[in-house]
Structure formats: structure tokens, C-alpha cells
């Protein structure tokens, strides 16, 4: 495999940043980190995740899709619509690299949603292999390895060096785009670092959670277990675990009068939120309990059985850890499985 | 779908001479909604009504924007006019394009691109506008006139004569204020107390009205058609049912050491007191400052003397209760305190009088028994100085800015009545101009000089200074002669100017009604309604309006009264329907809105609601009470949730203004 | 700051119907001039005006915000103008907080006999916020003008 | 104290003074701790829990639980006991269908803190002697103790329980703390330090809601910010502007019924010091208006919903700080 010593690293990125933008996840400020645009003297964070997931780059919370000119009683329909500039993300772990697949199921299948793709077709995903998960991790769960990610190029940290392999097309244009800086590497100190990771992932708390009692055919038993009742009570009906999930990719549509026109926008909405798809009759989930329930129902139960089995989460711990009052989608299977 | 019509009014020239009212109609005909928009001459004409109130007919309208004077001159000519053409007044809104535009700007291009964004805003708003129905709200049939002097006497009578009951309340132990006080009167020099006591006795022995005297308003609540007023009746120690007023009491009182408020303090009178002869009523009042069984607990001496068993001692100050559908204000005047003129020696020489005592001293009713002395030496005084606008018209803190109109003819009176009784005396009168416009006014100012040989001198009086031969001198310039004089004076006599009532102040906070920064109380229109406040069933009477001599205040009072009693013939009056009203499924029964509203119109009720997840609950919601509520949408910003909003002035009526205008 | 010759700051004044806008009224009737870009609101009572109508006028393009009632104890409803002051003051601190120019938003009192107050007022304020330039640390992107 | 509790409890709803307790219930890890509400023996002794990292305040809870038939058992530190108190004073909260046992208060972990020193895999926290020995995967690892408590508890400004129908533990005093010392420190930069301070903080928001969701004060039935009729509901910070509003308004709306109870800022996934905007209007009420604690009685007059005819003028905006 390719490999460019860690001490390179950020020659590397000044190289790329000059090309196209460039993403890196940098501490904001202790214990928190994001994605940032890269700026020669930005450091990658010790953090194993970003607060906010990668989603952002593809679906971002606010996004314009159309503006209406208006003088007096004339409306004109613009579209904004441009083609997006090449971006690579760099260092995104193996959950988040899963959920944009998860994405995609949603958004690219027909009708393909042009602004999703177009970002898509732009961005380049670097992942970065976990060496250290956290408390909070289940992706395992869920099927991922988080040593071998996936992504259009998949990272590798020995401790000295990083290996880059390309999965993608796209992926080996941009390894050979960097060709200049890698050099051939041996990689029997990788196999360590990933072997003594995969133990750790087998002692997690959560490693052994499953998702055999889940799936598409679950609906009936679920949907009417009187668990819901217990799980959501102390569910604040904030949009926290929404926001700051992956997979979640519910939006809205609203417009915005700029004085001068409209703005049509879709912005992320929550199903936990009492005005989620809200109609002309009002909510079709009236109770916090229904919307909850409407949460988990869609990650373990609906979208499996829509998707050839392929749950909606996962197991990036997110929710886990930004969740006010602490529920959360672990604790929902597990109830939900105790019979 | 709106259907809005836009009339854009030339005002003559005074709109159409800085905007371009076809501009404005052009470019409001292009905004979302309307359908017609046009120009005219004047709107408000009859003619232009009829514009209105065809293009309603025929446009079938559902809202319509008058761009034109400002609302608070038109908005109801054309809210009726439309309410005449089947369209509810409420959808109707006013663009002033003429105070705050035409009037004030001079380029036409940018007054007409402001007029178009106002016109624009009014457009958004009246989009908003819902249909307003008024609610009729019954009135009291029985008025309040606060303060009795001539202004509060003259409002009365006519209030009672007009067949409703009416309550005077006068601070004062009698009614009868300033003109009681007064000898003469310009410009016929009958006598005060000749024209004004049967009026004080009228209204005393009217059925309909009611004195409190020796009584002060203490709370107004409600609103036009039905105010709750408190009054103090200040304890005055004697029972008025009781007394008779046969005045021994006030002779056997052994305190005779109190000054006498009604002869400005230039004599003494008891502890106990009848103001003058002629008060009303006729009852004795017992200064609590003074009295020694009230200080000491030592004395009782009137309670001995008082046959009729009128002396109480115990007596507490009463509130009382009572409804009204008019008030009228008729507090009247004072003259300024002079403490702050020392240049006028004002307070370092007796012999340095107001005009108001000079009045008691010549009067036949004052210390001197009408012979004028001087308060000194009680010797006759042969040389007068009149100084004139002393603290009227003036620029500075001491004064005040406006012509106290009065001084300028009682001035010529006093010298004209000293000339005339005293022909051996001199008079001077320092003037800065004479004014004298009114109906034998400056024949009456002429006769003083031409007759009477009264010395009027243009010019100020610089200095006042008392001589140790006890004359004074007074430094004064000629400004027609150019020269400086030197008077040696044996009286000098300053026309203080006069100033609304210090009670007024108070007394419009607790009314609602506006005052000038000079503490008078603003009409609601100078030139077209002079006699009301700008608050609904408050009417004002006399000098508390601004300064008036004697026949003007009993034309303004009787035109208060007639105001009142057109009040008071309504058996209901409609109530401004823009209330405040909560939405019931946001209100959170929090109680703030509560807390802000002045006129307590919002209650709380427990309502069963049916909840999102079918079962339902009882919750505790707002509920306002629209005859209470007056609109001034205090609620509406206390309320977190919003539930509270404003009919006529709702949150998205006034944002979609405000988007108008900054876009 | 700069300050450019030719920016015309656009200025909400939100008006109580029984002194302040009489008293813009009076201005107009003496003929008083003050800057065309003061568009005033008229509100009942100076306590009507939410603080959202003030931060919606900096979203959809103001400069400037002024706030104009009766003087404190003139109130047509007694108490609006108090009610008002408290609010407006604790508003305008927290925008002053947030590093919000103090200087584009004012509360004045106007009676309805103050009309040279009125257009005094009006002119000085837009003079301040002339000096300040256009809003831009409250301003909504997307309704800037083209 | 957590054995006590859960003994008083279920005296309690043994001798049906209660019918449930509301506390709050132990998580996967040592510190994802839930509100919960119990109604059983056997489930407090299963679940109920009681440490250092039992932070939430359960007293908004009590708006919707008083809605219900029954009375309920409620745990309150010092802190929420004020909020418990203001939603009495606005009559959210039926005070006669709760029983209120006041328990001492934090200082509460912050298990955000003790992860940002780089600890992580974290399987058990415990408090010896105010050294925390924190479990991990990785290994033990040690922090002091008051480097990891929450902020709010940081500046606690009070011990005291102002409402209680009986205590466990000893009641305190109402403290004189710093709390407004990062306030202070905002009002001393200059407009634009200000600005950019913000700035950067604010658009770290997320509209999640949590702060508005978690917040005692904000219990509408229907948010202005989730009400179309309002004008200004707005579901995602589009602008700068937006991310502005939300917050002024929410600051605004809480102004004089907010207790500082700090759960805003505790929640925010972000770690935006939301706290900061309402205690600049707890210190300028305070400063302008006289002390003022709100939730401190359930009789006094809301700043704002009050007046004095000699209040200073919006212009000592203009004459304090710097601009």
C-alpha cells in the first residue's frame, strides 16, 4: 500500500487545498470537533468524531433550491442551480463513510435528488480508520469494521505513516492526484494497530448488541409494544439526536420572503418535532410518544423493510453522548428486545 | 383572493405639490392585491367619498388604502364612507402621506418614493385586515366636573340643566376658584362677586348636582361612558349636614394666626374657618395645622360655642365611590411662585405685590376694607409701578414661555380703578406689548392711558430696591425714549404669570389625558375640537387648557358641557373593537398578560380543551373582555407565546408594514 | 468606519397613536423637516411594539430602529410607556451584548405637542445611523438589495 | 443520599401519599442518567439513581405530570427547586399534586468535560476524596474533581431549597457567586469583541432545540419559533440573522421568569454558553431594576411584567461599558 509519513501529512493537504477545497476534522475547541475548511497551520483533531456528522456535505441543514423574483404582481422562477466545486473530506471514520451509502439509497434513488447528487458527485470521501473507539461505539453492530473504512479512499494510521487505498474510481484519480508525495509502504505494523483495534471493539460495552430481533418484519410485534410509553416520557421532543445523526435525512420545505422575492429552501426537520409533517388537518403523530416512536421505528423497523434490510443507523454513538436527557437508540432496542 | 383599491388624494397642492400622486397610484397599482388604484383631488370631498364608494361597489373590494392627510384627521370619514358602500370601516387603512411627507419634504423625487413605500406598507397591512365589529358599551348618565371655579360652576350648571346629575369636586373648603378673589372685572368693571356668587348659589341649590367640596379625586378607572372614580373627602372636622354656617365658631376661635390663603396671606384668619361670606357651601373648615384641640388635644372652644353640634374632632378623611360617563376637567390656574425673581424684591418688601393681591387688597371683602394701603406702613401709596410678563413669554428656566393673556387688562383695570379712586396717585405700567385683542379690549386699554392718564412705558423693569425710607426704587429703561428711569415708588405691582394648577399633573396621569410641556392639558384638536381631550370622555374646561380670562372660560365651559351632554344623551357609545383577544390553544395561562393591562380586562378561565392524543384537559386560559379593553396591546409583548394579539394592529399586520417598508 | 456619502439608511419608527404620531404629525402641519428616510409605524401605545417587530426590521433591511411614546406618566393607557421602557431598555442592552451597534436603535418620547422634537429627533437619529452604515451585524444575507 | 431517597419513596407510595416519583433512572454507562418516572418499589430499586451525574431538572416535567391524576413524588435539588417555584407562580404547575422532598444539590459531573481531557472508552467515573478515577478501556485515569463539575454548578448561586414539603440532608444558603463574571467580561470588550464573540458562538447552533426544550421557562404550549402564525417560526438558522433571533428571543421571552438553572447550556450539544444571554439580563435587571431572583417566591411581580415611574431610561445602555 502507499503510505506518506504522518510528519508529510500536512504538506499533503496544503497540496491539496491549493487544488480544491479540502475538509479536515479540527478541534473547535476542547472535546469538540468539526469539519473545517483547511487552512495551512490547521491540525487534525485527537477526537475520534465529529459533534456535527459528515452528512453535512452532502445534506447540509439549509440548502436553496429555488428563488422567486417578484415585482408587483409579476413572479419570476429562477433557478439556482450550478454545478458544485470539487471537495474532498478528509478523515471520515467508517460510520460515516456507511451512512452516506444509507444516503444514498434515499436521495439517488429515482427521482434522483439533483442538489444531493451534485454534491455527491463532487465530493471525494477519505476515510480514516478507528484505532481507538469510544464507550459510546456500536457501528460493529451494524456490520462495519471500523479499521477497514470505506469511502472513495480509505486511510490507514500505523502510528508513523498513513496508507491510502483507493476503493473507488474516484478514489484512485485522487491517489494518483498525490502519487508525488506517497511512497510504497510495508504494512505488518498496520495489521498490529488493526488486530489490537478489533479486540477492543470486541471488549466495548455495546459490542455485543445485535440487530437480529430487527428488521422489516418486526413491525407488528414493535409498533404496538407497550414500551413506547416508558422510553419516550422523558423524550424532550428536541431534534438533538436528529441533528446530530448521520442517517437521518428528513427535511422541509419552506419559503422565506426576502423582501424582494422568495427563497424556497429545505432545512433538516426532525420527526421528533411537533410540527413534523404537519398538514392542512395538523400532525398526523400527535403525541410525543408517536414521534419517538416514529424515530426508532424508521431506523430499525421501516427502512430495513424498505431497503433490503439495511438498518438506518450506524452506531456512530452520536445520540448517545448529545442526547439531553440521555435516551437513545441503544436503549431503545434494548427494551424493546426484553420481552 | 384580495381585491384592494388604492385612492391617492392630491389635497389641493398640498400633497400634489411635492409628490407625484399619479406616480404613487401607478406604482401602487402594480403591488399584489390591488386591483384599482387611483388619484383625486379630494378624497375626503363628497365627490371623493363617492370615488370610494363605487370602486367598493364596483370592484367588488375587500380592502381599501386612502393615501392622503394623516389617519387621526380622515380615517373615519372614510371608514363610514366605506361602511356606507357595504365594506367594513375595518378594511380600510390610511397612508399620511401628507404630514409625514408631503408637508415636511420639498423633493419631489424622493417625497414620491416615499410615498409610494408608505402607501406600499398600508397596502401589506390592510392584505391583513380582518372585519371589525364595534361593540356598544352603556353609559353612566351622570357627569363629574373636577374643580369648582367659574370654568367648574359654568360646566355644572349647564350638565344639570341639561337634566343629568353631575358632581362637582373642589379641593377647597367652597367652590368659586380664583373669581371669588377677584374684585372687578375687565372689561366692564362689574363686580366679581356680584356675576359669580348666585352662580355659586345655583349650583348649590341645584337638585342635580352634588359639591364636594374640601375633596380631591384620588383613582379613575374605566373608560368613556363609565369611569369609576375614588374621592377623598378630606376630613374638615365639622359636619357639613350640621353646620349652618353661622360663623361663631370662627370668631370664638382663640387661634387667629393663620395666615388667610384666601386674601393671598395678607391678613390672619382662625383655626377654624369660613373661607368669604359667600362660601359654598356656607360650612366651617378646622385647620388641622393650626387648631390646638387637634395638636394638643387642649382647647375645644368652637366645639362649646357650636350650637348646632357640628364640631367633630374625630373626623376621618372618607373615600368615595361613584360612576360616570363624562368627566371635565376645570382646574384652573395660579400665578407663579415670584421666589426666583429677587431682581423684583418680590420677597424682601411687602410693599412688592402680585396682581392677584392687589385684587384682595382693594377689594371691599380684604384686609384693608377696600381702601388701598400699602401692606407696610398701611399708609396710602401715590406711586404705582405695574410690571408686566413677569415669568410670562420668557426663555429662561425661571419663566414661562407663553403670553399668560390675562395681564395685559387686568393690569389697565387696577390702574384705571386706582386713577379713578385715587386721583392723586401716579401709575406706571412697564410693558413689553400691550395686548388687547377681544371685544372692547383695547377701547378699555385706551381709556386707561387717554382717560385716566395712566404712564404706560415700553420697557423692563431692571431692578426693584426697597429704600430705607421705606419707598422703592425702581430701575427701568424707556425703550421709546431710550432712556433710564428711576421711579421712587411707594408700590410696585407684578403681573405674575399664570400656570396650570399643580393637582393637574397627577390628575392627567390618572385621566389618561395629554399635557403640554407647560402642564396644560392638550385638546384633541386646537382648531376643531378645543374642548376635549384626546381620551375619550374627557372633557376640558377653563384655564386648565391654557390661559383665559373670564368670558372665555365660561364659553369653553359651557361648551364642555354641551360636549358632555351629547355624551350623556347616548344610552350606549360604541367601543373601539381593535381589543386584544388570545388564541386560546397557545395561551399558557401564565398570567403575565394579566399584569400589564392597565384596565384589568383579561380574566382567566378553566376550559376544557380536546388534547392532540384525543383525551382532553382542562387548562387555564386568558380571556380579555373586549367593552373593557381599551387596545394598547400591552398584553401582546408580555405574552411569550403569542396567544395574545391585537385586532386592527395584529403582530402580522405590523410585520408585514415593516417588510414593506425596509424592502 | 467609512462612511460612504451616499448610503440612505432606511429607518423604522414605530409611533403610539396618541402622542408620538400626533406629535409627527405637528412636525408635518409646521412644516418640520426630517430626513424621507424615517417611514414611521403607527402602533396604539409605544408598548405594543414586540421586539420581534424590531429585529424583523433589521432582517428585511433596516438601519435603524426608533421607538417613539407618550412621555413617561402621559401615557393614553397609564402605564404602556413604563412597560415599554423596561422592555425596550433590556432589549437594546442585550443587543448591545450581542455587539449589536448601539446607536441603530432609540426610545424616545414624543408628545403630541412636540412636533419640533419630533423632527429633531428624527433628524439626529438618522444622521447617527448614517454615521454607522449600512446594518450589517443584524441583517438577514438574503434579503440584502441587489 | 440515593438509599434514603429511594427508602422515603417508597414509604411514600406505600402509605399513598404518592402515586409516582419522578427521579431519575441509570443508563448504560456511568453517566447517561434519564429522567424517569417511577411507580413501583421494585423499580426504584432496580433503576433510581442518584449521583454525581444526576444533573438533569425534573421540574418541567411536573408541568405535564401535574396534568395527570395523582400526586407525584418529586426530587429537587436547590437549583430546581426555584424552577419549580416560578411554574408554580405561573400556574403550570398544580403545586397540591406534588410532593416536594428537597435534596442536597451538585456539584454535578460533566461527563463532557472528562471527555474533552482526552478520556475516553469511559466504563466507570468514581469520586474518591475529589479525585475522580475514571475506568477506562484504555486503562484507569484520574482528574480532579471540580475540573469535570458543570458549569452551571460551577456558579451555583444558591443551596437553598425555596420550596420543600420535607428535606433529605441539610438545607443551605443562597451564595454569593461569580456567576456574572463572564457577563462582566463580555460588557468590558469592546462592540466588536462583543459581536465576534457571538458571532462565533452562535453559529455553532444547530437549532436543536434542546435549550428551548430543556429550558423550566419555556413551556409554551406552542413556541412562536414552531408557530407559523407568529411570523418568525423558523425551523433552521438559514442566516446569521436567524441563528441571532432565536436566541434573542428566547433570552427575551425568559427575561425575569428565568431562574439560571443553567440547563441550557448543559444541554447544548454545541456547547454554546446560552447561559450567558440570560444572565446579562438577570444582571441588568438586577443592576436597573433592583434584585431580582425569579422562582426565589411565588408571589412577587415579574420585572417585566412590572414598573417604577423613575426606571432610568434606554440610554444607560449608551452610558455603561464600552462600545
Known sequence: MQKISKSRLYELFDAIAAKQSLYIPTDREAGAAEYRKYESGMKLTKELNTVRSAKDFFFPQTENLADFKIEGKTIEVRDIREECEDFVIFGVRACDARSFTILDKVFLCEPVDSFYKNRRDHGTVITMACTRPAETCFCKTFGIDPTVPGGDVSCFDDGESIFFLANTEKGERFVESISSFLEDGDTDRLMEVQTRAREIMDKLPLAKLSTENFGGDKLNEYFNSDKWAELSEACLGCGTCTFVCPTCQCYDIKDFNTGHGIKRFRCWDSCMYSDFTKMAHGNPRLTQLERFRQRFMHKLVYFPANNDGEFGCVGCGRCLAKCPISMNIVKVMKALEAK | MQRIGVFVCHCGTNIAATVDVKAVAEALGHEAGVVIAQDYQYMCSESGQELVKSAIREQKLTGVVICSCSPRMHENTFRKAAASAGLNPYLVEVANIREQCSWIHKDIATATEKAIILGKAAVAKVALNTPLTSMESPVVKRALVIGGGIAGIQTALDIAEAGFDVDIVEKNPTIGGKMAQIDKTFPTLDCAACILTPKMVEASQNERITIHSFSEVEDVKGFVGNFTVKIKKKARFVDETKCTGCGLCTEKCPMKKVPNEFNMGLDNRSAIYIPFAQAVPKVATIDPNYCMMLKTGKCGVCSKVCSAGAIDYKQQDTIIEQQYGAIVVATGFNPIKLDKYDEFAYNQCPDVVTSLELERLMNAAGPNGGTLLRPSDKTHPHTIVFVQCVGSRCDDEKGKPYCSKICCMYTAKHAMLIREKYPDTEVYVFYIDVRTPGKNFDEFYRRAVEQYNVHYIKGMVGKVTPKSDGKIDVQASDLLANEQLHINADMVVLAAAIEPDKTARPLATMLTTQMDTNDFFTEAHPKLRPVESATAGIFLSGACQGPKDIPETVAQGSAAAAKAIGLLCKNSITCNPCTAHSDELMCNGCSSCEKVCPYGAITYIDKEFRMPDRTTKIRRVASVNPAVCQGCGACTVACPSGAMDLSGFSNSQIMAEVDAICK | MQVNENFEPVIVAFCCNWCSYAGADLSGTNRLNYPTNVKIIRVPCSCRVNPMFILRAFQKGADGVIICGCHPGDCHYTSGNYFTRRRITLLYSMLDFLGIERNRTRLEWVSAAEGAKFAATMQQFTEDVKALGPNRRLEDLRCRKQ | ?323
Open chain 4, 1 to 323: 443520599m440515593q438509599e434514603a431517597m429511594i427508602k422515603r419513596a417508597k414509604e411514600l407510595l406505600a402509605d399513598g401519599s404518592v402515586d409516582r416519583v419522578i427521579g431519575w433512572k441509570r443508563g448504560e454507562f456511568a453517566y447517561d442518567i434519564t429522567p424517569a418516572v417511577f411507580t413501583t418499589a421494585e423499580e426504584l430499586d432496580r433503576d433510581f439513581v442518584c449521583d454525581d451525574f444526576t444533573a438533569a431538572n425534573v421540574s418541567k416535567y411536573l408541568v405535564k405530570e401535574t396534568q395527570k391524576e395523582g400526586k407525584i413524588l418529586a426530587f429537587l435539588k436547590p437549583c430546581d427547586t426555584y424552577s419549580f417555584n416560578q411554574l408554580v407562580k405561573e400556574h403550570r404547575i398544580d403545586r397540591e399534586k406534588v410532593y416536594v422532598i428537597g435534596i442536597e444539590g451538585g456539584p454535578k459531573l460533566d461527563i463532557e468535560k472528562i471527555k474533552a481531557k482526552g478520556i475516553t472508552g469511559i466504563l466507570s467515573v468514581k469520586n474518591e476524596d475529589y479525585t475522580l478515577k475514571i475506568e477506562t478501556i484504555y486503562g484507569t485515569q484520574t482528574m480532579p474533581f471540580y475540573e469535570a463539575i458543570l458549569g452551571k454548578c460551577a456558579s451555583c448561586k444558591s443551596k437553598k431549597h425555596v420550596v420543600f414539603d420535607e428535606l433529605i440532608g441539610e438545607d443551605g444558603d443562597v451564595l454569593d457567586s461569580n456567576r456574572f463574571e463572564m457577563v462582566e467580561k463580555l460588557e468590558n470588550m469592546t462592540a466588536q469583541e462583543r459581536f465576534d464573540f457571538w458571532r462565533d458562538q452562535l453559529s455553532k447552533c444547530i437549532r436543536c432545540n434542546a435549550c428551548r426544550n430543556v429550558c423550566p421557562a419555556c413551556t409554551c404550549e406552542n413556541c412562536v419559533f414552531d408557530n407559523p402564525k407568529s411570523g418568525i417560526d423558523n425551523k433552521a438558522p438559514a442566516d446569521s440573522f436567524e441563528e441571532n433571533m432565536f436566541h434573542i428571543i428566547r433570552a427575551f421571552h425568559v427575561a425575569g421568569r428565568c431562574t439560571d438553572c443553567g440547563e441550557c447550556s448543559r444541554v447544548c450539544p454545541q456547547h454554546i454558553p446560552l447561559h450567558l444571554l440570560n444572565r446579562k439580563f438577570i444582571k441588568d435587571i438586577n443592576e436597573l431594576y433592583g434584585e431580582y431572583q425569579a422562582g426565589a417566591d411565588t408571589t412577587s411581580r415579574a420585572p417585566l411584567n412590572t414598573y417604577d415611574k423613575n426606571d432610568c431610561e434606554p440610554s444607560v445602555v449608551h452610558e455603561r461599558g464600552v462600545e
